[in-house]
T-cell receptor, first 116, second 114 residues
Framework: NAGVTQTPKFQVLKTGQSMTLQCAQD?????MYWYRQDPGMGLRLIYY???????DKGEVPNGYNVSRLNKREFSLRLESAAPSQTSVYFC???????????????FGPGTRLTVT | EDKVVQSPLSLVVHEGDTVTLNCSYE??????LLWYKQEKKAPTFLFML????IEKKSGRLSSILDKKELFSILNITATQTGDSAVYLC??????????????FGQGTTLQVKP
């Protein structure tokens, strides 16, 4: 089991360029998430997908779009990158446990994105 | 607005010391609280707490939840340099609409010196 994989690991973009961050999980989880992590701010949720075919905004969705391609894959797209989107991006997946409580989220290794 | 606040934000100790990390929360209809450890890369799961007063323990780490006072603590005894990491607290709330969505605190950066 690879768990949660993300590509690329590093990326440098110029302002205005677009790119897609890829995420895949092999644990048959229903829910998938995209976070960004900035110094001193913990993890902030960008978008999530509670199940295949559904996506919803998180805390900081502006400037991003997502696609839940199938149960395994959840991609994050930056249409026109801005320096404020310089961050480390984590993808995560989880499932629901007994009594509907959240199970732990499993995280990918992260993508370090710099926008100049 | 749901929020999770951790303290202290950073901490420097020496090997062998005991540390206590704090996490307080204000959320609508609390469901569970989770602790994660983050070294250089992805956060890894430590504990999930749902019931007040029941301690979860794993080796030198332990955690307890107080649902009346809305906080949790993470204790690390006999610290080692390998405990150096960012410790993240996260809460699942009813407002998450059964999505498993978590609200994270800012994290506590722990440095353990030899």
């Amino acid at each position: 089991n690879a768990g949660v994989t993300q590509t690329p690991k590093f990326q440098v973009l110029k302002t205005g360029q677009s790119m897609t961050l890829q995420c895949a999980q092999d644990m048959n989880h229903n829910s998938m998430y995209w976070y960004r992590q900035d110094p001193g701010m913990g993890l902030r949720l960008i978008y999530y997908s509670a199940s295949e075919g559904t996506t919803d905004k998180g805390e900081v969705p502006n400037g991003y779009n997502v696609s839940r391609l199938n149960k395994r894959e959840f991609s994050l797209r930056l249409e026109s990158a801005a320096p404020s989107q310089t961050s480390v991006y984590f993808c995560a997946s989880s499932d629901k446990g007994f009594w509907g409580l959240a199970y732990e989220q499993y995280f990918g290794p992260g993508t370090r994105l710099t926008v100049t | 607005e749901d929020k999770v606040v951790q303290s202290p934000l950073s901490l420097v100790v020496h090997e062998g010391d005991t540390v206590t990390l704090n996490c307080s929360y204000e959320v609508t209809n609390f469901r569970s609280l989770l602790w994660y450890k983050q070294e250089k890369k992805a956060p890894t799961f430590l504990f999930m707490l749902t019931s007040s007063g029941i301690e979860k323990k794993s080796g030198r780490l332990s955690s307890i939840l107080d649902k009346k006072e809305l906080f949790s603590i993470l204790n690390i005894t006999a610290t080692q340099t390998g405990d150096s990491a960012v410790y993240l607290c996260a809460v699942e709330a009813e407002s998450s609409s059964n999505t498993g969505k978590l609200i994270f605190g800012q994290g506590t950066t722990l440095q353990v010196k030899p």
